[in-house]
C-alpha cells in the first residue's frame, strides 16, 4: 500500500525534481501546506501572509522506498541550517520543514534531524528545519507541477541563468 510524504526545501520545483528521480517514489505534486488559508494561490503564498511553505507531496512504496530513504534525499538536497531561505529564494514560504504524516514519521524526521546536525556541511551546526504534522495540503496551478519537465530546464540554477 502506498503512503504520503511531505516536504518543504525551498522552491518547490527543485525539491519535486529531486523526489521525482527516486525508484519507488510513484507521484509527486507541488503545493501549500503549513499555513492559514484556504484554497492559497501562488501570489497569496508568495506574500509572505498565509504562512503556507512551498511545498512537495511524495507518493511512494515503502515497499520499494523507504520514508528513511526519503529523508536522506530530503537533507542532502538543500540547507537545513538557513531559516525562511534557500539561495536565492527569501521568505517564510522556503522555510526547511518536514510535515508528518504519522507518528512513526514523526519519530524518523526527529532521529534523521540530529544525524544531519552532525553531518552538516555549512557553517552553522544549528538545523532551522521545523517538523510538524502535516496539514491540509493544497495543490498548487497546473503550471507548477512537473515544472521543470515541462520547461526542458534541468534545475533552479539553469532557470537562474536564463533569467541573468
Given amino acids: 500500500m502506498e503512503e504520503k510524504a511531505t516536504f518543504a526545501a525551498g522552491c518547490f520545483w527543485g525539491v519535486e ?17 503549513g499555513g492559514t488559508a484556504t484554497t492559497p494561490t501562488y501570489k497569496e503564498v ?13 507518493t511512494f512504496d515503502p ?15 538543500h540547507n537545513p541550517a538557513t531559516r525562511n531561505r534557500q539561495g536565492l529564494n527569501v521568505g517564510t514560504q522556503y522555510r526547511s520543514a518536514v510535515f508528518t504524516h504519522s507518528p512513526a514519521q514523526n519519530a524518523a524526521a526527529l532521529a534523521t534531524r540530529d544525524q544531519a546536525k552532525e553531518l552538516l556541511r555549512w557553517p552553522r551546526k544549528t538545523i532551522a528545519t521545523q517538523i510538524e504534522d502535516v496539514g491540509p495540503f493544497y495543490a498548487a496551478e497546473e503550471y507548477h507541477q512537473q515544472y521543470f519537465e515541462k520547461s526542458g530546464r534541468a534545475n533552479c540554477t539553469a532557470l537562474l541563468r536564463a533569467s541573468l
Fill in 46 to 58: 508568495c506574500s509572505g501572509r498565509t504562512g503556507h511553505a512551498e511545498a512537495v507531496e511524495v
Fill in 63 to 77: 515497499a520499494r522506498v523507504s520514508y528513511e530513504e526519503l529523508l536522506a534525499v530530503f537533507w542532502s538536497s
Fill in 17 to 33: 525534481a529531486a523526489f521525482r528521480k527516486v525508484e519507488g517514489v510513484t507521484a509527486t505534486r507541488v503545493g501549500y501546506t
